[in-house]
């Protein structure tokens, strides 16, 4: 008798779980979110995004970007080595499916937005080889899959955050290159991997 009622309960669970966590985002979400990316892109070379990222073409074709096959939202953005100049919107974080970003070796500046605390799919950040400013967010230590950070060659300042110590599935860190001070905080010594 019991079982009979834990059974559906535990669907319901689910099914709410899956709602909450969708938050009713779905690809038209996505497309929103690299639309408002691209508008922060002010110089862009090759025209690569100002001709291919249209509403005209589904989000999953377009150069950079890699849809997963099962929830058809965008789970990979890699627009490295373009030499672009711009900065990134708060919509960034709207991109919950994210597990794996490159922006390296292009001119991107300003500070990272807050908002990027919503993906805590994200297992590679590229930042590498920008102008990316202010302090390492101490949010960081809230993407507990993350597995790579590189920011190496930024004008990142300030302390290294303890908290980078609670991404417990780190395995490689690079904060070369930037005018950094202070010390190497000792949690850092937590990180197993
Ligand atoms: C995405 O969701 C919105 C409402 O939340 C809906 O209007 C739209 O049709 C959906 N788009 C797709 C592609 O499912
Ligand atoms: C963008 O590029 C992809 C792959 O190269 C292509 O399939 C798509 O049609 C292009 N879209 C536009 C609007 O140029
Ligand atoms: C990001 O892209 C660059 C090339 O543009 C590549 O060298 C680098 O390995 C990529 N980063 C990751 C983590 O794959
Ligand atoms: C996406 O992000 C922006 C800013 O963070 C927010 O205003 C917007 O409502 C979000 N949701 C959708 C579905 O675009
Ligand atoms: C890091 O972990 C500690 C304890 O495990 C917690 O108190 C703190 O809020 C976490 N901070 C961040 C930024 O993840
Ligand atoms: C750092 O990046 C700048 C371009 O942003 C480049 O000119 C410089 O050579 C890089 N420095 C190193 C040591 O790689």
């Not at 074709?61 to 849809?67: A, D, H, K, L």
């Not at 400013?133 to 930024?154: A, D, E, K, V, Y």
């Not at 980078?164 to 000792?186: F, V």
């Amino acid at each position: 008798m019991e079982r009979a009622y834990t059974f559906p309960l535990v669907i319901l669970l689910a099914c709410c779980l899956t709602a909450c966590i969708a938050n009713n985002m779905n690809i038209s979400t996505d497309e929103s979110a690299l639309l408002a990316f691209k508008s922060r892109i002010s110089t862009d070379p090759s025209n690569i995004l100002i001709k291919n990222w249209s509403a005209s073409t589904p989000v999953c074709v377009w150069i950079g970007v890699t849809c997963g096959h099962r929830h058809q939202r965008v789970t990979a953005l890699d627009i490295s080595s373009r030499n672009l100049i711009g900065n990134i919107p708060s919509q960034l974080g709207n991109l919950s499916f994210l597990v794996s970003i490159n922006l390296s070796s292009n001119y991107f500046y300003g500070s990272l937005p807050r908002e990027m605390i919503q993906l805590r799919r994200l297992k590679i950040i590229d930042f590498g080889f920008n102008s990316f400013s202010g302090q390492i967010p101490s949010w960081f230590g809230f993407l507990q899959n993350l597995q790579l950070l590189n920011l190496r060659n930024n004008s990142f300042t300030g302390f290294i955050p303890p908290s980078l110590s609670n991404i417990s599935m780190l395995q490689d860190l690079d904060l070369t290159l930037n005018p950094l001070q202070g010390k190497i905080p000792e949690e850092i010594g937590n990180l197993h991997n």
